[in-house]
């Protein structure tokens, strides 16, 4: 079958099947199940209204227990167990966790990622509140906002090649296609520069990736919270002889907190799941490893399933409690 027919037959069949089913679930709910007649019709009716908003929910909530309930428990037990010759498994308890802690690799992946929670939120948050306050007094703000946000259309894996490209090295003598060589060599270095390879600075190179990505979704969401500050405020500011630093530190910065939060751990938790990026740029080399990349290498290089999914659990104890931190900011935010 022709891929375009597929995919046109896959969305009429999605959309079909969906409607079919809250059409079809009410009319056996309304029918069949309570139907709004004889002398329990009030009783009826109630118990209908009460069941339907879970009618509704079932398909996502079935959806969300075989994506990603199962696998959480599926990759717990992998975690616990080892694989035998014959294709089965044994308990193993907590060997496969010792075994990760006793690699130097996993403590490199660990401490990577710590510099990446440090560097990347923050900057990431700052460039897109500066971006956020200086595009919405501009003429061309909403261009300007097209641009910045552009990279978030970008897959990981293309912002990798767009900036391998960057920091490309031609042997010395030759024309560099590099911008960033190629400004080290305008600029008097001496020779043309492997950036990724360097210890420590490599890292920051990766990271500057993400913030560039990242940069665009802190400015949309700041630049509305930003819109919504009440102007009798800054008016009241300016009356009282306050300059432009104070009407942003101390006006408005303090009223848009919860949400500069909720778009930091948002950012974080980006963060603590990279993977694309370092996989796609140096593959975690020259002590640029990070979790994400360390568990793929255990789970499809090493074939270590015990150890890599031990790997994924320690990303998921990492990022469950900012992800709770963030939804209870973001309800405290909407009341």
């Known amino acids: 079958m022709h891929p375009a027919l597929q995919a046109g037959l896959t969305i009429v069949l999605g959309v079909g099947g969906c409607v079919g089913y809250f059409f079809f679930s009410n009319l056996i709910l309304d029918r069949l199940i309570f139907p709004p007649k004889g002398k329990h019709i009030a009783r009826n009716i109630r118990c209908a209204n009460m069941l339907r908003p879970w009618l509704f929910l079932f398909p996502a909530l079935a959806a969300l227990a075989i994506y990603l309930a199962y696998p959480v428990f599926e990759t717990l037990r992998l975690s616990v167990t080892e694989r035998t010759v014959g294709g089965g498994s044994v308990f193993v308890g907590a060997a496969n966790y010792q075994q990760m802690l006793a690699e130097q690799k996993f403590w490199e992946a660990l401490r990577n990622n710590f510099v990446w929670l440090l560097v990347v939120p923050a900057a990431s948050t700052a460039f897109g509140l500066l971006a956020a306050q200086l595009t919405d007094r501009l003429k061309w703000g909403n261009l300007a906002k097209s641009l910045i946000f552009m990279p978030m259309a970008i897959s990981f894996v293309g912002a990798a090649v767009i900036w391998k490209l960057v920091y490309d090295a031609r042997p010395e003598g030759t024309d560099q296609i590099g911008i960033l060589n190629a400004i080290y060599i305008f600029f008097g270095g001496d020779a043309p ?43 009241a500011a300016i009356v009282d002889g306050a300059g432009p630093f104070q009407i942003f530190f101390k006006i408005k910065v303090p009223q848009i907190m919860g949400t500069i939060v909720v778009v930091w751990t948002t950012i974080t938790i980006v963060v603590l799941k990279v993977f694309d990026i370092v996989f796609a740029m140096t593959n975690g080399q020259w002590e640029t490893q990070v979790l994400a990349n360390y568990m793929y290498d255990k789970l499809f290089r090493a074939n270590d399933w015990g150890v890599g999914s031990a790997s994924a659990m320690v990303i998921m104890a990492l990022v469950t409690p900012i992800l709770i931190w963030n939804i209870y900011n973001a309800r405290k935010e909407m009341r």
């Open 193 to 235: 520069q492997q950036w990724l390879t360097l210890p420590v600075w490599n890292n920051f190179f990766l990271m500057a990736v993400l913030v560039w990505i990242q940069t665009g979704f802190a400015m949309v969401i700041l630049s509305a919270a930003l819109r919504g500050i009440p102007e009798e405020t800054v008016e």
